[in-house]
């Protein structure tokens, strides 16, 4: 706060009335301290400014004098349905959106692609340039249209706009690259998988920018994903994948190679309770949960397969490891963005450091917690 | 205990049934040169269906009624070959 000092008097000390600010709380004074207003110092911002204002307000008799910080609590946005959006608050999510994005990192979403109608972005909540047209490896062209829906939901879970009087919100709000790699029934392949994270880095890679990749996705191990994942981490970048839904079966590649490489997060979903959710697979690769059941995001504007299986337009909800990897590739995003010296590995030790641990097995590192990882 | 749900088995295929990749290694010989060598060497009507040139692998369709177990074996005697596979199939896990 502008010239204001909290300082600590020696022992025996005594403080001169005159400068005691009367906003020096009770508290404060139990405990020896005392706010002191510095007349004689500029009133302006700026870290000079503050230095000039601590000596002025040190003296003999004075232990110590700091400026009084101002703290604040970090809040969610006002979309209309963040209410509904209870992994937010499970995850500590408020940190996430005083956390800057900056320019520097890309977040690709491997998915069945984004709503576009006559070439142009349709949905309310995904709209602007920071939501980057990639490759549709499906059609081998560069329209990413989603005819499945699971893409749409999950960019929303990692980058709906926040704070536009519509809808969800998203934890990422930088650049997102989307690129088509499931086709209109969900399904894609161990080629489609290389093809996207190739697309990906090179699109990174050219315009000299920090990568994260979300895979929601997974099937059996493949030289073919190996090799993709070999070559992102050649170039630096982190992938996030999901651990797959059969109920406990081993956990599926590309997320299983986080065993032996060290830019793969493997990504298992708990429900409201922080309890594992049975449709989640387990081993000894899963590294880290996060909510992933009944989880509210976009859905696309114009009818889908998703839509004949029972699922509304524009919003609804859905559950699944696909759920939770977006959360967790959202903040290693913002961790890369706070810190751009980051290796791909180094960002995901700071995740998976960051994670609060949960009681019982199969549960990795623990639950993501955004305050942790970006504090 | 977890979220209860009930899902059907997943009955989904995990391989293409008449598909393979196969990933040339790389070395001084041309590789659209090598890809045509192996076509020649494999049932007639086979197709290149997809060429991701950037990494080097390519997506084969095989006639009907072929082998894929044996073709992928024959793939990876050719000297040429860096490895061949089925063409596994991944899923949305949501």
């Known amino acids: 706060v502008e010239g204001l000092v909290v300082r600590k008097q020696r022992a025996g000390g005594g403080e001169r009335a005159a400068t005691v600010s009367a906003t020096t709380p009770r508290g404060l004074a139990l405990l020896g301290l005392s706010v002191v207003a510095t007349p004689l110092v500029e009133r302006a911002s700026g870290r000079a400014a503050v230095e000039r204002t601590v000596r002025a307000a040190r003296a003999d008799d004075v232990e ?4 009084v910080l101002l703290d604040s609590i970090s809040r969610l946005p006002a979309d209309p349905l963040v209410s509904e959006q209870w992994a937010l ?3 500590d999510g408020g940190a996430a959106f005083d956390s800057a994005a900056g320019t520097s990192v890309l977040l690709a979403v491997l998915d069945s692609g984004m709503p576009i109608e006559g070439g142009m972005r349709s949905h309310q ?8 047209l990639g490759r549709d490896v499906v059609s081998n062209d560069d329209d990413p249209a989603d005819d499945h829906g699971h893409g749409t939901h999950v960019l929303g879970i990692a980058a709906a706009t926040a704070d536009n009087s519509a809808g969800v919100a998203g934890l990422w709000q930088g650049r997102v690259l989307v690129v088509k790699v499931f086709d209109s029934l969900g399904a894609g392949s161990s080629v489609a998988f290389a093809d996207g994270v190739t697309a990906a880095v090179e699109f990174a890679r050219t315009r000299g920018l920090r990568l994260v990749i979300n895979y929601s996705g997974g099937g059996p191990d493949s030289e073919t994903k190996k090799t993709a994942v070999e070559f992102a981490r050649a170039n630096g970048a982190l992938i996030v994948a999901a651990a797959g839904n059969n109920f406990g079966s081993p956990i599926e590649f590309p997320a299983a190679y986080s065993a032996t490489h060290d830019n793969v997060v493997a990504v298992g979903a708990v429900d409201r309770r922080k309890a594992l959710a049975d449709f989640c697979n387990v081993g000894p690769e899963l590294n880290i949960v996060a909510p992933g059941v009944d989880i509210i995001s976009t859905l696309p504007n114009y009818f889908v397969t998703l839509n004949a299986e029972g699922k509304q337009t524009k919003f609804d ?3 699944g490891t ?5 959360y967790v590739a959202a903040i290693a995003a913002l961790i890369w963005a706070q810190q751009l010296a980051l290796s791909a590995s180094q960002v995901r030790r700071k995740l998976l450091g960051s994670a609060v641990a949960l009681p019982g097995a199969n549960t990795g590192s623990g639950m993501l917690n955004a305050q942790r990882a970006l504090s | ?9 997943d009955v989904r295929p995990i391989r293409s049934a008449d598909r393979v990749v196969v990933r040339v290694k790389n070395s ?7 890809l045509r060598e192996l076509l020649e060497s494999l049932p007639e009507s086979t197709a290149v269906v997809r060429d991701v040139d950037r990494t080097g692998m390519a997506v084969l369709q095989l006639p009907p009624g072929t082998d894929v177990a044996k073709v992928i074996d024959d793939l990876k005697s050719n000297p040429d070959v860096l490895y061949a596979e089925p063409l596994f199939l991944d899923y949305g896990s949501g």
């Open chain 1, 125 to 132: 909540e995904l709209q602007g340039d920071r939501f980057i």
């Open chain 1, 89 to 91: 608050d499970a995850i």
């Open chain 2, 1 to 9: 205990v977890g979220t209860q749900k009930r899902r059907p088995p």
């Open chain 2, 28 to 34: 001084t010989r041309e590789r659209g040169g090598a």
């Open chain 1, 64 to 67: 110590w004098a700091e400026p």
């Open chain 1, 317 to 319: 909800r859905m559950e």
């Open chain 1, 322 to 326: 696909s759920q939770a990897t977006p």
